[in-house]
């Protein structure tokens, strides 16, 4: 192919004790391209950009930018030859303000004044409208993305790194962030672009790289292939929608009436008013960016936080004054966003975690005294039922990939058979395949007979299995409306066109 | 040069050899230490750890070895509780002395009675004491969200000054000519706690320190509440979501561990020292944070733990007198030991890598 190569990789390889991250990975990126690196959860990519950035160094192989060798001791060097990068998770102080950020995160700041003077010309030059005096803990996701990438590109790069940028936007703001990086690339910037969005991926890059179990398994054209071909080079295996039976719902089982709740994080989000109805075999789906209140919805339905006992009510009963145990004997049963902390805990093995919200409905302590022999079945049964990829039921949680935690987390709540099950963030980092399986899983348990609350972030799991949807910002829920019907543009209105874009109202979003 | 990797899971094997690993360290630091004094390191380090368990005196020091083990032991396995759901009860000292006060103010209200109930009485009383004493920084914490450290630490000087009333004052010895200290229970049987075969060191304290070494063990691997102990340690948001009350296991672990450090009091005050007194407490309260420590936070490692530091104390005072080794040697050689322990715990959440070394070079 003729083309200017930015930058090259040869036979990079790099072993982590147990698990090769990389095994003789050879691309190369040309100039002014959008370069998509894809695969599922721990196929390697992680370990690749690392590498690219200096943050971890190569067992084997080189790279090469613009045709010199190119072996970054340090992000830092990484930096200097023009290699920037965009984390998932933003390392941003939320009580400074815009500038003070920006000049944190660079090896040369220049003076306050002219700093902000340069942000300002940046953001407006590349339509991302960003004020440098105000403090990052008001801005919204999207607008702490701006903060992140603008000073990536005040230090005028020649390859942007973005890890899994839209997973935080609304569907208007992904818009504008992509015409952010189409303009950067006709100017000539490169542009790594990490993620497991098919759809982005189509519409926004050149070329993409695939890569399975550390190795690539092809390159292609997005533009020229289907989100399901990718799909299936990204798994190696064919894959299954979410097939949704269609039935008509039940009697109400959840309803939530006038459910106010202080936030319990100083940077989090009170519920002010959230109302709504889940009937049985209905699956209800709360969207909305992240920091809207979801973490609070969920932690008022498990019974984390309490509140008033009619604000949250099964088959009618009032249950909002009780805890997570009397929840799930009355049959709710819900998996935090969290997987390593809060739904599980690192540290202990899948036996000990399968207690850890098992113990009620599937009955595995006897007069306080716990039935290690019950639990270990419990164990193997959602290793087995759910397809949980570890080396048996002894391993501690943490030592899981993602992925696999998610599953087995799920598998533990959805195998109690609640009759209510709420869930945030169900297929947050988890591989396409294991998504469609968990989503299959929830609809099942719908069919079953259960009200199903799915808090997530990515609009096209709500649209693949909600019969309802109704947007989450800043605490409040809209009227929930059918999803049959609705367009992405809607669903973007739902949820929050009014913030973000021209910098209106201000959202509180926790670190 | 080195690198440290962390292992995907906390190695087993080394969690169980760091603390031997800990002391062969000691044993030949220490070893250099005595060297630099002047004096043999072999002929030291053989009077601290062999002599005591099968030297000349041994008949006799092993008792004491037992004398010393049992309230450490019953102490620090209280406290081991807490602080595996991370709640620091560092006032120990404290609820033993209030113990010791509460159970022998029992025995000593009912002179000169003989019944076969006081005895039971007292442990009762004793156990009771050390409670209370911790269940005020317990309140404290789950009412009013005070630090347990500070308070529970600081109510150690007031039970030490309570102590010199109880001495001078309200538990005195009518008897005693007008001398501090109480009346000496090893004189009134009903509320004595000899030795059970004599020459062994062996009394109730030791007896009770071993099935409260039992009871935890089935507590933490067996029972729901042991459960919720180490989640709420390990994952407080976890716990939380398992639906385990913070306030709750405050109350509880701070209780447990007050109520076996009082008790550990009145078998002392009973047994071993014989009468309330001034100097009464020798700081086991403190030096169980050590052994609990020690012993892993586990019932049986904290058994070994407390049978160690017994050795080291009984071995260090022969050192002491018989090779005229300073006791702030053996000070120093017992901070060692600590101190090697928490280095090489390392190896148990790490592994030490030279390849990164030999990657450098090239």
């Given at each position: 192919m003729a083309r200017d190569v930015l930058l090259g990789l040869e036979g990079i390889s790099k072993t982590y004790p147990g698990v090769k991250a990389n095994d003789g990975v050879s691309f190369s990126i040309g100039a002014g391209e959008v370069h998509a690196l894809l695969g599922e959860n721990g196929a390697g990519k992680s370990t690749l950009v690392k590498m690219i950035y200096g943050l971890v160094k190569p067992d084997e192989g080189r790279m090469t930018l613009r045709g010199q060798p190119y072996a970054p001791p340090e992000p830092r060097a990484a930096r200097a030859a023009g290699v920037a990068m965009v984390f998932q998770h933003f390392s941003l102080f939320d009580a400074l303000n815009v500038a003070e950020n920006v000049a944190l995160g660079m090896d040369n700041p220049p003076p306050m004044r002219a700093l902000e003077g340069r942000i300002r010309e940046v953001s407006e030059g590349y339509g991302?409208?960003?004020?440098?005096?105000?403090?990052?803990?008001?801005?919204s996701a999207g607008e702490r993305q701006r903060v992140e990438i603008i000073r990536c590109l005040l230090q005028d790069p020649k390859l942007l790194i973005m890890d899994e940028p839209t997973s935080v936007l609304t569907p208007q703001e992904v818009d504008i962030l992509f015409g952010t990086l189409r303009q950067l690339a006709a100017e000539g910037t490169s542009i790594l672009y990490i993620s497991h969005k098919l759809e982005e991926i189509k519409a926004l890059c050149d070329e993409a790289t695939i890569l399975r179990r550390g190795k690539v398994v092809g390159t292609c054209t997005p533009r020229e292939k289907s989100a399901r071909e990718m799909a299936e080079m990204m798994v190696g295996a064919t894959l299954n929608v979410p097939k949704r039976a269609g039935k008509e719902p039940g009697p109400v089982a959840l309803k939530v009436q006038e459910l106010s709740v202080a936030s319990p994080s100083a940077f989090g989000t009170s519920l002010k008013g959230v109302n709504f109805e889940v009937r049985q075999g209905e699956v209800l789906g709360i969207g909305g960016v992240a920091g809207n209140g979801q973490d609070e919805l969920l932690l008022a339905l498990s019974g984390e936080l309490r509140t008033p006992r009619d604000t949250v009510q099964i088959h009618g009963r009032g249950i909002g004054d009780s805890g997570p145990n009397d929840r799930r004997r009355d049959g709710i049963c819900a998996a935090p966003e969290e997987r390593l902390g809060h739904a599980a805990a690192p540290d202990m093995s899948l036996t000990e975690n399968a207690l850890l919200s098992g113990a009620v409905r599937r009955g595995l302590t006897k007069r306080g005294f716990i039935d290690w022999a019950r639990t270990r079945d419990f164990a193997e049964d959602v290793v087995r039922t759910f397809d949980v990829r570890t080396?048996?039921?002894?391993?501690?949680?943490?030592?899981?990939s993602g992925g696999n935690l998610q599953k087995f987390v799920l598998g533990r709540e959805i195998m109690q058979e609640p009759e209510v099950i709420v869930v945030n963030?169900?297929?947050?980092?988890?591989?396409a395949a294991a998504a469609a399986f968990i989503r299959q899983a929830l609809l099942n348990r719908a069919e079953a007979g259960a009200a199903v609350v799915v808090i997530s972030q990515d609009i096209d799991e709500i649209m693949e299995i909600a019969d309802r949807f109704a947007a989450l910002n800043e605490g409040r829920l809209s009227e929930p409306v059918p999803t049959q019907g609705l367009t992405i543009d809607q669903i973007g209105l739902m949820l929050?066109?009014?913030?973000?874009?021209?910098?209106a109202e201000v959202s509180h979003v926790h670190a | 040069m080195f690198t440290l990797e962390k292992r995907p899971t906390p190695s087993k094997a080394w969690a169980w050899g760091t603390p031997f690993l800990a002391v062969a360290l000691t044993m030949v630091a220490g070893g250099l230490l005595f060297a630099a004094l002047g004096k043999d390191p072999f002929a030291v380090v053989r009077t601290i750890f062999w002599d005591p368990l099968f030297g000349e005196f041994a008949r006799y020091l092993r008792g004491q070895l037992l004398v010393k083990a049992a309230p450490l032991t019953l102490i620090a396995v209280g406290l081991a509780l807490g602080f595996r759901a991370g709640i620091w009860n560092i006032g120990a000292e404290g609820q033993y002395i209030i113990g010791a006060i509460t159970g022998a103010a029992i025995g000593l209200a009912v002179y000169p009675t003989e019944s076969r109930w006081i005895f039971p009485l007292m442990i009762l009383g004793g156990a009771f004491g050390g409670w209370v004493w911790a269940m005020i920084p317990a309140l404290l914490r789950t009412k009013f969200n005070t630090n347990e450290i500070l308070v529970s630490l600081m109510l150690v000087y007031v039970a030490e000054t309570i102590l010199s009333k109880a001495a001078t004052?309200?538990?005195?010895?009518?008897?005693?000519?007008?001398?501090p200290g109480s009346r000496s229970?090893?004189?009134y049987a009903a509320a004595g706690n000899p030795e059970l075969i004599a020459g062994t060191g062996l009394h109730w304290g030791v007896v009770a320190a071993l099935i409260a070494v039992i009871w935890a063990y089935v507590l933490l691997q067996r029972h729901l509440l042991g459960y919720q102990i180490k989640l709420a340690g390990q994952a407080p948001r976890a716990a939380r979501f398992a639906g385990v009350s913070a306030d709750r296991l405050v109350m509880l672990c701070m209780g447990m561990s007050g109520a076996l450090a009082g008790l550990a009091g009145l078998f002392e005050v009973t047994g071993p020292a014989g009468q309330i007194s001034i100097d009464f407490n020798v700081g086991y309260g403190f030096t169980a944070i050590i052994v609990a420590f020690l012993g892993r936070l586990n019932p049986f490692g904290i058994l070994l733990a407390a049978l160690l530091m017994a050795l080291t104390y009984v071995g260090g005072e022969m050192a002491a007198t018989n090779l005229g080794l300073p006791s702030s040697a053996i000070r120093v050689f017992q901070g060692m030991l600590l101190f090697f322990l928490l280095a090489v715990d390392l190896l148990s959440n790490y592994r030490i890598r030279l390849a990164g070394a030999a990657r450098e070079v090239r």
């Open positions: 991302l409208p960003l004020d440098p005096a105000r403090l990052v803990g008001d801005l080396p048996g039921i002894g391993t501690a949680a943490r030592a899981l963030q169900p297929t947050w980092g988890v591989d929050g066109g009014a913030h973000g874009m021209h910098q | 004052g309200f538990l005195r010895n009518p008897e005693g000519m007008g001398f229970f090893s004189s």
